[in-house]
């Protein structure tokens, strides 16, 4: 006997994870099914960066966020399923049909896709036997800042993510050294000029060209950097190595014709929905960098909005007598008893030791 579910979510970003949310806010059975072996999406990319711009938050580092983020989202118990691939979506009568890379069928009468741009990747540095220094001394994100206090880092790319970690770490590395394939950094003027100020060298019409390892230790201890243009080669010493030449995307999620959402024409990912995040196929919708409309706010703050109408058009499609959009929490039955479990911790924390 299968078991089918009122709303199931692909995807556990922003989006994914307040759709997952507020799915159980209103008593929708839910699940979510990511293919990275966490939640939390592609803020995973920049888990030090502060982000500002979402409502009621101060400055917050994108780790906090994701922890909070995924709390939230986990407040209703919904089945959640990691390192798992859904590549193709169809329909048998009422019920929506998710095939995975290996086979398994999930069935759900309604469907939200909080796929973002795709599954991202981060393009790995094209040299052999370079993965063996991803456990040490070789990154493709900065997880923690202080691991560069006072150590010499070299950054390879030139792009927006790239020196934003080039100027993010002024003021904790001893040294910078930034490499760049191309003849100007494509990055923000303002930051190029910042680091420029800084007399962070510069490297353009370069790249890095062979990595050796330490006598030691299973770590790099050169950079052999190569000048494009005149061939010359420089060795560089440095304690940390910093990739971000871009990310790979995949957009491998495919559907049977007759559900198959409408797309934007000039970015082909976005799926087209009217801004209640309803696609073309009934009881299939689109939430956050996945959705576009009249109107999309491309932000984090936005996807939280997308993730409330996709909800509230999922409840009302499974139930048409339903209230149109869920009871506001502070009026909400839900959270009576969490009320007051969060008083009662308040006041214990309260009492002296």
């Known amino acids: 006997m299968k078991d089918v579910y009122d709303v199931t979510i692909i995807g556990g970003g922003p989006s994914g994870l307040y759709s997952a949310f507020y799915a159980g806010l209103r008593d929708l059975k839910t699940k979510l099914i990511e293919f990275q072996p966490h939640l939390g999406g592609k803020v995973h990319i920049y888990p030090e960066k502060f982000i500002w711009d979402v409502g009621g938050l101060p400055a917050t580092p994108g780790h906090q966020l994701i922890e909070n983020l995924v709390k939230q989202g986990l407040t209703f118990h919904p089945t959640v399923l990691l390192n798992t691939k859904v590549e193709h979506i169809s329909k048998q009568d009422d019920c929506y049909v998710l095939t995975t890379q290996t086979g398994e069928l999930h069935y759900s009468k309604t469907v939200i896709v909080a796929v973002g741009g795709g599954i991202i990747k981060p393009m790995k540095l094209e040299l052999e036997g370079a993965e063996k ?104 010493q440095p304690d940390e190595v910093l990739i971000n030449h871009g990310y790979n995307r995949d957009h491998s999620l495919s559907y049977d014709q007759d559900i198959e959402p409408e797309r934007d024409e000039a970015y082909n990912y976005y799926i087209m929905t009217n801004p209640k995040c309803e696609s073309s196929a009934p009881g299939l919708y689109a939430v956050g960098d996945a959705v576009e409309y009249n109107g999309k706010v491309h932000l984090i703050a936005g996807a939280f909005q997308d993730a409330v109408n996709a909800v509230n058009s999922a409840k009302r499609y499974i139930e048409p007598e339903a209230l149109e959009y869920g009871m506001v929490s502070s009026h909400n039955e839900h959270f009576k008893a969490k009320n007051k479990e969060l008083i009662k911790q308040a006041l214990k924390d309260k009492q002296p030791q």
């Open 133 to 236: 220094f991803e456990m040490s001394n070789l990154h493709y994100t900065v997880r923690g800042i202080q691991r560069f206090q006072d150590k010499r880092v070299l950054i390879s790319g030139g792009g927006n993510a790239a020196i934003d970690w080039a100027c993010d770490l002024l003021e904790v590395a001893a040294h910078i050294t930034v490499v760049y394939r191309g003849e100007e950094l494509p990055a923000h003027e303002a930051h190029v000029k910042k680091l420029k100020d800084h007399g962070v060298p510069i490297y353009t019409h370069s790249q890095i060209k062979a990595l050796v390892a330490h006598p030691n230790r299973s770590e790099i201890a050169e950079v052999v950097v190569e000048n494009q243009q005149t061939q010359s080669l420089m060795t560089v």
